[in-house]
Every structure is written in structure tokens, then in C-alpha cells.
């Protein structure tokens, strides 16, 4: 019999998402007449815009004809790709990216649970609490860590609290590391690290030898002008930071599936006698051996959004998101509600209502508002009592949420 890796039975539960999804469908099947709202998981709901689509026609318009066909392309992505990514996501706000610096995926789910395997099976690591659970579960999985304590916590990982009184921004961590991770805007918070603050982490890492995986996938939905995008609009981060970045809810790509990864020349690691390495180098090698590319057609469509149309078109999509956010963060703040996020970014974290736990108020506002949220504690440890709530949602639907959660909470 084959073994299996014994690393994913320490996993203490299902996956976040999925455990949503087995509850509200368990709910629906029950109470079929219900009309369920879902603010939970961050799907987006608006279609792909025209210059999107219209470059996906003409794409596989391509793939039909034999001279224009594309079978095997690049695996770091078109060149036409990158060279659009670094002109108008860097150079326009005064990053210099080198477009072979770019690597085009096929999400950031992907690329921040994979970054991990190119690094040491010692390597030690950091993570916000509360935060996107992949960071932490791939790790769990590759065999960083140890089990799950009664919090929930795993021995090997140094957690780095995210509270209401830090502004939900993690401290600097109290021992060295070799990796930490950082969102920002965060997943689940809403919280987005200035300049400043992100120049502690620069040096920080720089003088403790650390890379920082930096996920920028809702970089787009900053609104603050003076709020860094980019983890490179921070002098020195080329030497110590790797970024990811997503179309998913820029652009509606959660079904089209396109990103990207940017890995500075710059930025190296060592070997097991002390030698430097260059991490580009072993991402490269990583990507073109277990990865075959993202498809011609998404690609195009990709480019698609750095147009003067698709700009627009885009920026139009994200102006609807955040204005429900606004919508969902001021109603139940007028109804006495606890609310934070929402202003930078896509996502409301509130307070949980009369002393209930994350799960409590998720299953009471599932079961008597038929509104669908994401438990904190699923975050981490440091989310319980709270709730996320997404603005991915037909403003109609949003709405009528807000008013089913203050007509039954308030």
C-alpha cells in the first residue's frame, strides 16, 4: 500500500470556502424556498467587459486559422502580456520591472501556495493572523510545521497578531524568519499598510536575510492615492520581495483563471553551504517544469485591460464593487455595528453581534437572514468574532442584505 504524506492529515479541518459551501447548501436543501444572499465567498458577479471579450473572440478567431494558430506557448507568458504589465502596472507609478522579471500564472491561489517549494523544507516562517488560509495550510502541507494546537495554531509557524488595536497590521516578528508573508489590502481585514509601514518591512527583511511573499491581489481597489500598490514602490524591495498579483476580481478572471508573479533579479536565497542563489532562477525552473503556460486567449484578454477602453471598462467594475462595500460598511455602522475594511478594499470585517463566535453568527445569519458570510476564526485565531463580508454582489442583493442583518441583528 502507498504511503501518503502524513503532513496533510495535520490539515485540522476542511478547507475554508468548501465548509461554507456544505453548510449553505445543507441550509438550502432544507429550506428550498429560501433566497439566499451570498457575500461570503469574494466571486465576482459582473461580467466580462466588451474590450475584454471582444479580444477573447479575436484570440480564438486566430486559433482557427492554421497561420495564426498557437499550440505550446512561453510558460513565464507572452511577451505582449509582460511588456503591457510592466509598462502600465510599474512604470506608471514609477517601478521599474523588467518584463522577464514577470512570470504570468494561472492565479494567485496558485502562485502563493507553490512560491513555497522552491525554498528550503527547514525554511522558517511568519504569518498575519488572521489571513488568507493558504499561505498557512501549504505550509502545513509541505511539512514546516507541526500539529494544530487547541487554538488552532501550528507549532513552527510565528504568528504575527492582527488586532483591532494594531489597526489589523502585524507587528515586525519577534524572532527571525526566513519568510513571511504580507496581504495588502488584506484578506479577510480590509487593512492596507502604508508607506511607512512598509518601509519596516523592507529593512526588516534586509537586515535579517528574509524574503517577503507579498500578495497584491486587490491592489486595484486601493483608493487612497497616497497608499502603496506594490510592495516595489519601496525602495530596497527589489532585494528582498517577491509580488503576486491577480485578474480575478480586477477584472472578473475567477472563471478565466490569469496572474501574475514579479521575482526580481535582484532577490536571492542560499544554498545548503552558504552560497547565493538567485530565486528567479529556480521560480523559472519550477514554472516551465510543472506549468505549461496560460492560454493564448486569456492572455490577449489579459492585455485587453491595459487598453484605453479596458481600463475604463475595468475601473467602472471596481468603482460598483466599492461603492456596495460602502453600502454594506455604512448601513451597519449606522445600525451600531462594528465594521472595518470596506475603503481600500473589497471586503467589510465586522464585529460579531451579542457575544456569538465566528461559526455561531455565520450558521444565525445563514438561518435567519439567509445572508452568507466568511467566519473570522477561519483567518485564524485572531478572527474569531468577526465577519467578513464581500462586496462581490449585485447592488440590489447587497442592499437587501445590509437591511436582513440589521432588521435581525440590530
Not at 15 to 33: D, H, M, S, W
Not at 260 to 276: C, F, H, I, Q, W
Not at 279 to 297: A, H, I
Amino acid at each position: 500500500m502507498a504511503r501518503i504524506n502524513d503532513h496533510y492529515l495535520k490539515l485540522a479541518a476542511g478547507y475554508l470556502f468548501p465548509e461554507i459551501g456544505r453548510r449553505v447548501t445543507a441550509f438550502q436543501q432544507a429550506n428550498p424556498k429560501a433566497d439566499v444572499i451570498r457575500l461570503g465567498i469574494g466571486d465576482v458577479v459582473l461580467p466580462l467587459t466588451p474590450s475584454v471579450r471582444q479580444a477573447m473572440h479575436d484570440a480564438v478567431d486566430e486559433m482557427a486559422i492554421a497561420k495564426s494558430f498557437k499550440g505550446y506557448g512561453p510558460e513565464r507568458g507572452y511577451d505582449f502580456l509582460r511588456d503591457a504589465i510592466a509598462k502600465h502596472d510599474f512604470r506608471s507609478r514609477g517601478v521599474e520591472i523588467d518584463p522577464n522579471e514577470i512570470f504570468v500564472s494561472d492565479g494567485s491561489k496558485c502562485d502563493s501556495g507553490n512560491i513555497q517549494e522552491i525554498f528550503a523544507e527547514d525554511a522558517t516562517i511568519a504569518i498575519p493572523d488572521p489571513v488568507y488560509p493558504v499561505y498557512v495550510d501549504t505550509n502545513v502541507m509541505a511539512g514546516r510545521t507541526g500539529a494544530a494546537g487547541s487554538d488552532g495554531r501550528y507549532a513552527g509557524i510565528q504568528y504575527l497578531p492582527c488586532t483591532e488595536a494594531s489597526g489589523f497590521l502585524p507587528a515586525l516578528p519577534k524572532r527571525p524568519v526566513d519568510l513571511v508573508y504580507l496581504c495588502s489590502p488584506n484578506n479577510p481585514t480590509g487593512a492596507v499598510a502604508t508607506k511607512a509601514e512598509l518601509s519596516k518591512w523592507v529593512d526588516w527583511a534586509r537586515a535579517n536575510d528574509a524574503i517577503i511573499l507579498f500578495d497584491a491581489a486587490y491592489e486595484r481597489f486601493v483608493t487612497d492615492p497616497a497608499l502603496p500598490r506594490s510592495i516595489f514602490e519601496i525602495e530596497g524591495a527589489r532585494e528582498c520581495a517577491i509580488e503576486f498579483r491577480s485578474y480575478s476580481k480586477t477584472a472578473g478572471f475567477t472563471g478565466i483563471r490569469c496572474a501574475y508573479v514579479v521575482v526580481p533579479k535582484e532577490l536571492t536565497g542560499r544554498d545548503a553551504n552558504g552560497g547565493s542563489v538567485a530565486v528567479s532562477k529556480l521560480w523559472d525552473r519550477r514554472t516551465s517544469t510543472k506549468f505549461n503556460g496560460v492560454s493564448y486567449p486569456v492572455q490577449r484578454a489579459a492585455e485587453a485591460i491595459y487598453s484605453e477602453a479596458g481600463s475604463k471598462e475595468v475601473q467602472a467594475n471596481i468603482d460598483y464593487y466599492m461603492a456596495n462595500a460602502a453600502i454594506i460598511r455604512a448601513g451597519l455602522a449606522k445600525a451600531g455595528f462594528h465594521t472595518f475594511g470596506g475603503v481600500n478594499a473589497p471586503y467589510v470585517w465586522m464585529k460579531t453581534p451579542g457575544g456569538l463566535d465566528s461559526w455561531q453568527f455565520f450558521d444565525a445569519l445563514l438561518s435567519k437572514a439567509n445572508v452568507v458570510g466568511t467566519p473570522g476564526s477561519g483567518f485564524g485565531s485572531c478572527g474569531e468574532g468577526y465577519l467578513r463580508l464581500s462586496s462581490f454582489g449585485f447592488r440590489e442583493k447587497v442592499e437587501e442584505a445590509v437591511g436582513r442583518i440589521v432588521q435581525h441583528f440590530a
